[in-house]
């Protein structure tokens, strides 16, 4: 069984910047487990020393929408 804890959010690129510095913080500390915040929730996970990681870059150009770009980063591992 899977449980899953999704959040949208807007966030001004200040609190982006510490959400991240947040969460990098987080892997530094070396401990056993990691508290990630995801909306007002706090997701306590267990990685290991080695994480898989994937980056993924797009940019659109549409004449109707205008100008489009997104990056997904993507985390994974077993514990």
Known sequence: MAQRTTADETLPREELAAYFQDLAAEFERGDEDVSIRVGNK??????????????????????LRGNRETIEIELSWKP
């Open 42 to 63: 706090n997701v306590s996970l267990n990685p290991p020393q080695n994480i898989d990681v994937s980056v993924e870059v797009v940019e659109r150009s549409s004449m």
